[in-house]
């Protein structure tokens, strides 16, 4: 059982679109972080966000945490191929910063 | 920095032997984990370390399994007597003391038990 819901859970769209993936929770989150991950490697680190009501933009991808830090979307603008892979949300944990991960969303972005 | 590494990338075995998955982690990162992921989900806590000590462990990881991190450095993962349900892709990660940072992955050891 997932503590994090991501949705949706799978995405395809043409490049150049537009795109908002979100994760859930129904409680709150000390810290949540957003992996991406390609086929047939680990996930890479994109951000930390710890503040309700944060945002942060890196590049075209921009992180918004929710004001009662239960939950947190990603918004992709124009999406390129490039964007393709598994995004994660990843909320820390009480003690020894272990992290829970949610089961992700599988973008595809086509040319 | 030249990141986590893992051995193998690739595993075969056939069910009921014994593997065993190396991770050396970033140098400078005191807190080292374990986490198993299959197909279509996020990664699954197995357990970690601080230095040397394993702090924690999931329930996920049952008696089959043994994690070790002599001297606080390197980690192995072993699982005895494996199973098809062992099959899974398992990814090490280090990261700094302190809430907040991000965990840096190697690029896992993908187990596939016949």
């Known amino acids: 059982t997932q503590l994090l819901e991501q949705s949706p859970q799978f995405l395809s769209i043409q490049e150049g679109e537009n795109l908002t993936v979100y994760c859930n929770s129904s409680?709150?989150?000390?810290?949540l972080q957003w992996y991406r991950q390609e086929p047939g490697e680990g996930p890479v680190l994109l951000v930390t966000v710890v503040t309700g009501g944060e945002v942060k933009k890196l590049k075209r991808l921009t992180f918004q945490f929710g004001d009662a830090r239960k939950d947190s979307s990603l918004h992709i603008t124009a999406a390129q191929p490039g964007d393709t892979g598994l995004y994660l949300c990843a909320r820390g944990g009480n003690a020894g910063n272990m992290l829970t991960f949610g089961g992700g969303t599988r973008l595809m972005v086509k040319p | 920095d030249t990141g986590v590494s893992q051995n193998p990338r690739h595993k075969i075995t056939k069910r009921g032997q014994n593997v065993t998955f190396r991770c050396d982690p970033i140098s400078e990162h005191n807190r080292l984990y374990w986490y198993r992921q299959t197909l279509g989900q996020g990664p699954e806590f197995l357990t970690y370390?601080?230095?040397?000590?394993?702090?924690?462990k999931s329930r996920l990881l049952s008696d089959r399994f043994s994690a070790e991190r002599p001297k606080g450095s390197f980690s192995t993962l072993e699982i005895q007597r494996t199973e098809q349900g062992d099959s899974a892709m398992y990814l090490c990660a280090s990261s700094r003391r302190g809430p907040g940072y991000g965990y840096t992955f190697g690029s896992g050891t993908r187990l596939t038990v016949v």
């Open positions: 370390f601080q230095n040397e000590a394993q702090l924690e």
């Open positions: 409680s709150v989150f000390s810290s």
